[in-house]
């Protein structure tokens, strides 16, 4: 029985990753990116149309309050970031 390293679980992770927000931005929708360097209730969603918002989840889990939309490099600079262009 093969075993798989943690290197191979991390690349496959990141390749799933990267095909969901494919087919998330394809279909339409907002893909949402998590950091460790924001707070628990706090993440970046991208848009179809190339946009990236910092929102802050509400409350009620289920809406988001926007903080403030990325300038067109400070987004470029996060899909780098997060080898995501």
């Known amino acids: 029985m093969a075993t798989t390293s943690l290197r191979e679980l ?28 924001l ?14 918002q910092l929102v802050e989840q509400l409350s009620n889990g289920m809406d988001f309050r926007v903080i403030s939309t990325l300038a067109e490099d400070e987004a470029n600079n996060l899909r780098i970031k997060y080898q995501l262009s």
């Open 39 to 52: 707070d628990d209730a706090t993440c970046y969603l991208e848009y179809p149309d190339g946009t990236i």
């Open 10 to 37: 991390a690349q496959k992770g990141s390749h799933a990753v990267r095909l969901l927000r494919k087919k998330r931005l394809g279909n339409g929708l907002p893909f949402m990116i998590n950091s460790k360097d």
